[in-house]
């Protein structure tokens, strides 16, 4: 009677036990899934307001935003050879300095002009708005002085009209004058033209040579420091026989935080230039161009260039007998470059390639078009 009574206790605790356990794990499970579907809805509330999906995103903004801040930069270093070489070239015009004949001047411009003329009918004074030219006649030759805004430029002459030295001043006030820069010109006595010039200013020096053709050939800038000169550029130009530029190379020394007894770290770059292709291409469009149909697409085809940098190619530039029409390629490393065309000085197309193979194009719509 006892063991039944025992039994029975037992078997009841136990079916008790076993419908507690039941309902714990059922509620908890409910407890999960209630919290499941907050977060879900939660997720999904916040998806309405984002416009980025870490599923979708394949990285392939990062090339293309790569390619544009690498295109910019080469942009920015190819101007500033380019500027720069326009910027070394000889100009040698010389000084006109005529009579000013009083009578043939209307009324309008003898308010806005002012004249002076010197005994021997020379021009001594030109002002107009808020420029002045003055002339001055001296035994070594003629300096003839430019003034607008502050800013003034001396010219210096000999008696063959040949300008010997230019300097730049910045004159605020009769007690502050600055003198900027000086170039100082050497000539040959057999051509007559520049074959030297030095550039000066208060931190620097630099000196450059000219061939026949009043091109530069040669630069090289110095830096002053505690009356020593330290080595900072160098510069070479290569030119064909009709003096078209072929290479302009360029190298940069740099000290490091600016104690110039530490050796330099060099930075290169160059510039190349081919004129087989364009040579042929202009003479193809000389032979198809008319009188008749002569526009504006006769314009000469620029040569076919590469751009270097530290010896490493990084970008090039092919032409087509179409003006307009070209392709570049900026490489970026040994395996990933890119290849752009154009047509009408418009981009195409964009090609990426890595190892050589294509892996992706972005094709650019013109506006109005495609819709």
Known sequence: MNARFILRQSFLFSLIFLLLATL???????GQQTDVENSAKEKSDEELYSFYSPAEDDASWVEELL????????????????DSLTE?????????????????????????EKVFIGKNNEMRFFEYNNEILMPQYTED?????????????????????????????????????????????VYSE??????????????????????????????VKYILKDEKRYLVMERNWFYDEQNRILKDEQKEYSYKDSVYENKPVLFSKRYEYNYTNTDELNN???????????????????????????????MQKQYTKKKGT???????????????????????????????RLFRTKVYERVGEGN
């Not at 006109?96 to 806005?112: D, K």
């Not at 057999?190 to 630069?219: F, H, M, Q, R």
């Open 24 to 30: 714990f794990v059922s509620c908890k499970k409910r």
């Open 67 to 82: 390619m544009h801040i690498e295109e910019e930069r080469i942009a920015e270093e190819l101007s500033k050879m380019e």
């Open 88 to 112: 070394y070239k000889i100009d040698e015009i010389p000084p006109e300095v005529s009579e000013t004949e009083e009578s043939a001047e209307s009324e309008e411009t003898q308010t806005e």
């Open 141 to 185: 030759g003629l300096i003839i002085i430019h003034s607008a805004d502050g800013n003034v430029v001396r010219n210096f002459y000999n008696n063959d009209y040949q300008l010997v030295k230019e300097e730049e001043w910045k004159i605020a006030s009769a007690s502050d004058a600055k003198k900027l820069r000086s170039e100082i010109f």
């Open 190 to 219: 057999e051509t007559g033209k520049v074959i030297k010039k030095d550039i000066l200013t208060d931190t620097d020096v630099e000196t450059v040579n000219y061939n026949s053709d009043s091109s530069p050939v040669a630069s």
């Open 284 to 314: 193809e469009k000389d032979a198809e161009d008319t009188t008749e149909n002569a526009t504006d697409n006769t314009a000469p085809i620029p040569p076919d260039s590469k751009y270097f940098e530290n010896d490493v190619l990084k």
């Open 326 to 356: 070209y392709l570049t390629r900026i490489y970026f490393d040994s395996v990933f470059s890119v290849i752009t065309y154009y047509e009408d000085d418009f981009r195409l197309r964009d090609e990426y390639y890595n190892n050589g």
